[in-house]
Nanobody, 119 residues
Framework: QVQLVESGGGLVQAGGSLRLSCAASGSFRTIDYMCWYRQAPGKQRELVAGITRDGNTNYADSVKGRFTISRDNAKNTADLQMNSLQPVDAAVYYC?????????????WGQGTQVTVSS
C-alpha cells in the first residue's frame, strides 16, 4: 500500500502564497506521475498541476504563471507553490500519485488539505 500525506494548507489573504507538500510512503518500486487536484464546494474535482518523474509539468490554465509544482524523487515528495492566491482558488487540495508496484501502476490519493482565501 501507498500512503500520501498532504500538508501546508490554511487560510491566506487574497494575493498571498501557500506551499503544499505531499509525501508518499509505503511499499512500491517507484513513484511515477504526481499531481494536485482541487475540489471546491459544489464543483467537480479538477486537475491543478502535475509532474512526471523526469520533471515535465502540466498546469490548468487558471493557475499558469501563479502555481509551480516540483518534486524530489529521492524523498518521494511533490510540492505545489501557490502565489497570487485568489478566492476562486479556495478548495480542498488533493495529492494523487501513481505508484509502480510489482508489474503494475496504481493510483493513490491523499486525504486532502483545505485552502481558504479571504478577500
Amino acid at each position: 500500500q501507498v500512503q500520501l500525506v498532504e500538508s501546508g494548507g490554511g487560510l491566506v489573504q487574497a494575493g498571498g502564497s501557500l506551499r503544499l507538500s505531499c509525501a508518499a510512503s509505503g511499499s512500491f518500486r517507484t513513484i511515477d506521475y504526481m499531481c494536485w487536484y482541487r475540489q471546491a464546494p459544489g464543483k467537480q474535482r479538477e486537475l491543478v498541476a502535475g509532474i512526471t518523474r523526469d520533471g515535465n509539468t502540466n498546469y490548468a490554465d487558471s493557475v499558469k504563471g501563479r502555481f509551480t509544482i516540483s518534486r524530489d524523487n529521492a524523498k518521494n515528495t511533490a510540492d505545489l507553490q501557490m502565489n497570487s492566491l485568489q478566492p476562486v482558488d479556495a478548495a480542498v487540495y488533493y495529492c494523487k500519485a501513481y505508484a509502480l508496484i510489482g508489474v503494475g501502476s496504481y493510483e493513490f490519493w491523499g486525504q486532502g488539505t483545505q485552502v481558504t482565501v479571504s478577500s
